[in-house]
């Protein structure tokens, strides 16, 4: 509910908000839009009832306060007028009537007036309207909320809202016929929506300003009064009869004797946000037919949003039962009725127009469009769970459709958001995880690269003296004995000294590759060719790259690749000892992006504990003296530089059948086709 000066009757504290859409859920007017994950209360729509108040568990909702304008009043030199609405005891229940009249009159206020007096008038007047327009179908007004929301979404059913005003405008029509216009006037209720109505146009002037209990007892707090210790006093007259019931529900019924013919229908009552919304609904399409609708937003006044909740409401509409019970009794009827007789021709009509709020609802069309973006693809998926606010799916659709409400509140929608999120964060994971073992790999094989370095340089040297004076020695040592067997002896072990070193500096200088267009099939070829490959291993080369084997590659280094991935192939089938049925396989594929390359054999395989060291510099699974265990390191350091990726698959396990091993290479391929 906006008022005329721009600001909302109830607005949001966004830093307390965790948008649970409780709000939206209970806003009967759904006057309530989530931007940005925020609820925001939109004042053009809102009838001001205040359901998001009382519902709202981490206090976000906050009513507009009149505290400042009220304690101006209060320090002014007027005469100050308190109007206390009937359910007041349901409020200050702690403390006996006279003592909050005379904590009010402490305050400052000259006059403390029941409202209730208000309300025997306008009961009156329902009696006078419902007798003399038996024919005559009525909305109650009783409930600025109810006004509001007729006026703003069933415009059409304005000419049956009964032309009377609310019991708060009776008695205020009341006090200026006592002291006049020069009396300040601050109506003190459980209802938010009445600040509202105090701003209607028709309105204007009457009274000063409107204050709630909670309100109430914040300037009660302010100032120190304690109202338990507030001399007695009693409320000035004219006196309230049974229009103090106006708190209840159905009390308006009671207080001005009409009587609810359940068997004729005459009289409908409906209260809450739930009933009063499918009552006027019914009533507009006139399926429901009575003479006078009664209608409360909240359960009863008791209930309102401006009363704290202490109690529940069946205790609260005890307490009043009990007060009005027992003023009747000590009501001076004869003075009562005078009253009544003397204010019976004061102008209790009013006015209401149009505030049409309604919104065109978008086609079904654009509802299935939103709802399928949203994974609802069909009927069955339409849960109409409600955790979003909405009664409905498609209502929440509309409202998405509108721009007042987002597709995140959807909880099956959201979930299945996070679903997919959990699912893309794991996959990222699983990459993240793999760069960081390579680059750890990385690292390792760096720092063994210079270590490798380091050593191979420092033992070149003499290496290369230890092979130059054995080779003499050997040409000089006679042909029979067994010295020449020894210098021969120490050739070998040299030779093998020289090649460990040739392969540590092969190992070191992983660092830089220098591509160009190969033919990859033609490669393979020439390197076959280079081998010495035993007879007994049937070599089939498995070509699927069709007209176009060209890869981008440097030519040394993944020669170097493959004659070491052969090489460990026929290593590893020599050591099975078998004579026949042997094949090492070779298959060239791929597409235009990558070439794959396959080396398959038929040997002994790679014990499963073994599989994740392969990489390991120095660690070999061949016998001594036939391994250096850096063949596969420098092979995984040249496809990296490749930017392709290396892996190993085996079985070593003859339990799980025959063994074998395939070493697959993946390399991003240059396309001559582009």
């Known amino acids: 509910m906006k008022l005329c000066n721009g600001k909302n009757v109830v607005e949001t504290i966004k830093e307390k908000c965790r948008v649970c859409f409780t709000c939206v ?43 400042d304008n009220v304690k101006e009043i209060l320090n002014s ?9 009937p359910s007041f005891p349901a409020e200050f229940h702690d403390v006996d009537y006279k003592r909050m009249i005379g904590a009010l009159r402490k305050l400052g206020f000259n006059h403390v007036h029941e409202v209730g ?22 909305i109650a007004t009783t409930c600025p909320a109810i006004v509001a929301y007729v006026e703003k979404y069933y415009p059409e059913l304005i000419p049956n809202l009964a032309p009377i005003v609310s019991p708060m405008i009776a008695t205020a029509r009341v006090l200026r016929e006592l002291y006049g216009n020069d009396v300040k006037m601050v109506f003190i209720g459980p209802c938010v929506a009445k600040k509202g109505e105090n701003e209607k146009d028709c309105y204007k002037g009457e009274i000063d300003e409107v204050m709630t209990f909670v309100e109430l007892r914040e300037l009660f707090d302010s100032l120190g009064i304690d109202r338990h210790n507030s001399a007695d006093s009693e409320f000035d007259e004219p006196s309230a009869g049974k229009g103090a019931l106006y708190a209840v529900s159905r009390g308006l019924l009671q207080s001005a004797g009409i009587k609810e013919d359940l068997v004729q229908g005459n009289v409908v009552v409906a209260d809450g946000k739930v009933n009063f919304v499918d009552a006027i609904k019914e009533f507009e399409k006139e399926s429901l037919s009575t003479n006078l609708l009664e209608t409360l937003c909240c359960e009863g006044c008791v209930m309102g949003a401006g009363i704290n909740n202490f109690i529940p409401m069946y205790k609260r509409r005890h307490k009043v039962s ?27 009509s009013c006015n209401f127009s149009p505030n049409d709020q309604r919104i065109t609802p978008p086609s079904e069309d654009k509802i299935d469009e939103i709802l399928e973006r949203m994974g609802k693809k069909g009927p069955e998926d339409e849960l109409n769970c409600g955790a979003c606010g909405y009664d409905t799916c498609r209502g929440h659709a509309s409202a998405i459709y509108h721009g007042t409400a987002e597709s995140e509140m959807c909880l099956p929608y959201t979930i299945e958001k996070l679903k997919d999120t959990i699912k893309r964060l794991e996959r990222s994971f699983g990459e993240i995880k793999s760069v960081k073992e390579a680059l750890d790999h990385r690292d390792k094989l760096a720092s063994m690269g210079q270590l490798a370095a ?6 070149n040297n003499p290496l290369g003296i230890i092979l130059m004076y054995s080779h003499i020695l050997r040409e000089q040592c006679p042909v029979e004995g067994t010295m020449k067997e020894d210098v021969a002896m120490i050739v070998e072990q040299a030779e093998r000294c020289k090649k460990i070193v040739s392969e540590l500096l092969d190992f070191a200088r992983q660092n830089r590759v220098v591509k160009t267009p190969v033919d990859v099939s033609e490669l393979v070829r020439k390197c076959i060719e280079m081998l010495n490959i035993p007879k007994n291993i049937e070599i089939n080369i498995a070509n699927k790259l069709e007209d176009d084997a060209t890869v981008e590659l440097d030519r040394d280094q993944f020669s170097q690749v493959l004659i070491n991935l052969i090489n460990n192939s026929v290593d590893a089938i020599e050591e099975t000892k078998k004579e026949i049925g042997h094949k090492l396989r070779i298959s060239l594929e791929g597409d235009r992006s990558n070439f794959i390359m396959a080396v398959e054999d038929t040997g002994a395989g790679i014990s499963e504990k073994y599989l994740k060291r392969v990489f390991d510099p120095f660690f070999t699974t061949k016998q001594i003296g036939k391994g250096t265990g850096l063949g596969m390191p420098v092979s995984y350091g040249i496809i990296k530089m490749h930017s392709g990726d290396i892996r190993v698959e085996s079985n070593g396990d003859l339990s799980k059948g025959p063994t074998w091993t395939k070493v697959i290479v993946n390399i991003p391929r240059y396309d001559t086709r582009k």
């Open 117 to 138: 007096f208000g309300a025997d008038l306008v009961s009156m007047a329902y009696k006078r309207l419902i007798d003399s327009n038996p024919d005559g179908s009525y």
């Open 77 to 85: 030199d007027v005469k100050k007028v308190a109007m206390v609405a």
């Open 454 to 459: 380091g050593i191979a340089h420092e033992i």
């Open 322 to 348: 009990v007060y009005v019970n027992d003023k009747v009794k000590r009501l001076d009827e004869k003075k009562w009725l005078k009253d009544i007789e003397r204010f019976s021709k004061l102008d209790l």
């Open 25 to 67: 859920r209970e806003c009967p007017a759904k006057a309530i839009r989530i931007r940005d994950g925020q609820a925001e209360i939109m004042g053009e729509r809102c009838i001001g009832c205040g359901n998001c108040v009382r519902v709202c568990s981490q206090r976000a909702k906050r009513v507009l306060s009149s505290l």
